[in-house]
């Protein structure tokens, strides 16, 4: 099978390579950065030198991409895909998109938050890239929008919950996350600097982050009815990792382990996500480099509340694992081909 | 004046040896460390070295410790402080405990969290050394108790709105409050090696810390009524700094504005309490090395809550920088003395 | 096959079993602790949870083991392997031990800077198990010596040259290595806590690292006379890697060009040697994760010096991932089964 | 005693800032920087905020700053100085250049390592900064150019050596030297981004970094005759802090005591020397945010080489604060004032 990456050139183009270094049966076709054209790949990053495709591989411009892909990987920022997704799907591709451009359902809502939508008429198509949620929808589609990194982390960690109507939604769901660097992309900013994140801790957007909408949209979906969600995103001084602890109220008491038993039984097909047992605080070391999200629950008998602590890799299972994982239901194969390795820890 | 520290031997103890270094007329008459009696305090410390005074120090026992400091800090595991508080107040020496020995002042409630206290009867006299909010107590003590880590974050960001009975108290606070390593001390704990703790972040003691009755007393106290709080700490991997991230829904419409005016008003005699600039997020760096707690406010209209954030030094602020300050209460100096340095950033 | 780890609980340990998880065709029949025997191993190591074997393997004692693997694993402190050895030898396994035990060749260089060996009648059979300058025999072996860190790193760095005699050796070879902090293994002790290791640097045992005589012995055998090195150890705030800094003076005029030419030439077989391009300077980010060691080389026409820069894993392929590439190679399989993952940056 | 900042807005800038809030009669006058030119300094750098005079302070154009200042800081990147100190001279000002401008005496030297020098006529008045070797000049001096960083760390752990004929010095001398990334300074680079600089490690500019030459050019002054120096430097993932490690052959034996006798006696006078402990290897974080350099000393006996130790904090003493002992020693002050805080560890 051949893929290829447009905007390859970001640390979700790299941590793509990454994984289908590993992956049987894959030809990366081609990758592409408009500024960096020419530039052999092993060169542009030297940590995938000696794997012998990657070896002949240099960037492209972005053009003439046509029959060069079965599949192709659109890492770019935000607003690029939408100019590029019509002509590649005549061509005959079918597309994963890493940006934010196809995953909101309402064209409004996407220019409200980010900028005019310049192919509103694919968002109907397009199938949210949440693999527990979407599975039969993704293996059909055309067009998937991989989900956003706070997003995976947070509608994992809620949608056992909502699906099966156990939330008080009379108030705002509160999700406190936390997140590595990476989740800032490779461009730079003097906020990205490591004189400025080492041994140092801060929130950011700490009201109206542009994935609220997303996450609200697909809890509410999933509640059936409008949520509201306090979300504040703070940056960790780490490379790779989103650890969310989130604040729900249930509308009926639950124990322990029948809250333990809803998220096994909602999950009992899904090889990523892994209840914890009870009583263990999950870590992002737990699955760095992976596809896990790992879930923890705990109740406090004091407040009433559950605080529920959910872990991923923002740039694997919140970005290039996840896509690949897409990527694999699409093609029909099995979801965790090329995703089966364990953290990197410590 | 002359000043005497028990238990100098762990990051505290390290912290106010660097503090009064610089501060003028300090005699640090006597160090203590049972395990490590006999060696060059410069030795144990090298950082240290270079000190007049510190150069000539050794670790000492515990012990004929009368007479020979106006003032003692303890800087001791918890437990041990109430064993030796009363008869070095007999001896005539006032006292700054860091430990959580004479913090609550319900021994119940302090039975029930660590273990049976040794000197209940001193419980009322001793004074929780927050110099906002106890700032003529402190000065006549002999016996301060000085504050938590996390609950200086907390008390402080809260007081404000808690005096001025602005909060609705019929919802739990939650307060997600993230720590750098030195909150765990110098002791050996797997949890606290280097490796399990880069590249990672976690909550831990997600329910029922230890410093939830000590939050919930000065809260409790300052909104005339009990208080339920629903707090979760984090461990950052970062050496100092705690960041809270706090939601609170108010009883009645304020204005931005007029939020900032209350918490402005209420700390406008106090050399430590920065209020940010709107939109500003605290960060941790901000404070390093510091006796600084700065705030900032989010009001978010989508949910109706406020964010608060706080950021404090936990080892400066959060220890033995305010006991510093405690000190110079006690002395009569200026409440600043020895801690006008502004932030080691980055 | 069946493999078995004795001494399970340690950093290498973890290492082993996340290769181990990909390797097709492995079964880890077994993991020891002495100390945690009975332990879930996903219980002690949360990140292998949701791997089937592992999800059903325990701790155990290290007892009655024989006919249970083909081959063993010894990844243990010095000092464990040598009283092992025998008798797990004549029930018939084949070993890899991880530690010191059988690296040096002489009893009386290990009695010097070890203790007392207690199988001195081992240490002619066993073999270094360097894949690059002993795979025949490797391939043979019963009892493979798996190399340090540091040696690996600087005996990788300087092979071809002194094979081909290039090297002035009437001066010291001098040797400034740099290690993570998981090459001080798992085991508690202060210099390795997170505070005393985050933002800071320093060397350690300037002189007499162990290490030493194992380099040195390598190194000389190559050369085919009594090499004098220098080595310095020093502790980087990272997890994983080490970046040797290596000063050699050449006995001949040699060009950039040849300069890589014989290294190529020497390692144009392995796999894992990256030759770097002229001019970049090796990363220790490029091999996290991995097998590779990445080799860059500087002249410096001022001083007539080459400096050589070498990069490894500490703990992949320092420890565990070599480990692994000596269980192809004993048992046949490609050299790269299972260790085909390139490098998890960021 | 009135000081200015031109170029205010880098990491030298700010820890000028840093130091100079708490030197007893200092009135910071202004403050610029073009980029920044009306911005309250407090709002581009939050962390000074409280400190009466800076909340005052906005950041200005470089011009019209005649007799606004006895002494002003030049810290601009390399090639700003050295058009403006003409003019500022002749308006009466004493200067103080953090940048390599005057740091070289020859102008050849400068054209070739750098750019064609603008002022060569002030590189015979301007005096080397480094105290423990030009204290009296650099009293007398109109314009002091402040050492670099590497060279500080560098000089002062060879001073007393060369100016004893006690080295060899038919061989290089060999520096490997390690530094934080403040050492690069507040620039947007993608070498320093956080995820490119954490959990890695590097050398960069292996040949040929532009500290050489000065470094060249004091230790030949201090032998008396050239000398010839193998110089690499690395990044270290933390902010502050250089460690060199230093690889010396004496011409003749000398015992370890003499040797500390050396140092002791040479440095005698000199309040920020440290000479450590035998034995001791000196870390980084033991002088953050001080003026200390640490040495130590380790004779290797197999090689007969000596590997000198020297720690220094690359923004304090390798720029900012020895630029604040230069100003005590221009303005008849202790030369530790307001420079006497010891090291915020951890």
New interface residues.
Partial sequence: MKVGIIGASG?TG?EL??IL??RPHTEVSFVTSRQDAGAPLT?F???????PQYDRLKMEKPEDLADRADIIFLATQHGVAMNLASSLLESGARLIDLSADFRLKSAEVFNHWYEEHKAPHLLAESVYGLPELYRQQIARARLVANPGCYPTSLILALAPLLRLNLVDLS??L?A?S?SG??GAG?G???S?????????????K??GHRHTPEIVQELSFLAGQPV???F?P?L??????I?S?I?VSLNQPVSVSAFRAIYLDFYAND?YV?I??EG??????????TN?CDL?F???S????W?I?SVIDNICRGASGQAVANLNLMTGCPEDLGL???????
């Fill in positions: 640390y790299l390579l990454r270094a590993n060169k990053f030297p940590s995938l030198a000696g794997h108030r705002p509160i406190d936390k660097v990476t490779r730079l900013a003097r990205n600097t490591f004189c400025e994140v080492q041994e140092n801790f801060k929130a950011y700490v009201v509201t969600l306090s504040t703070h960790l001084p780490i490379n790779r990792g650890l602890t604040y090889p892994r914890r047992p263990y605080a999950p870590e992002t070391a737990d699955v760095r480099g896990f923890g705990f109740p406090e004091s407040t009433g509340l605080k602590i089966t390795g364990l953290a990197l820890r410590p």
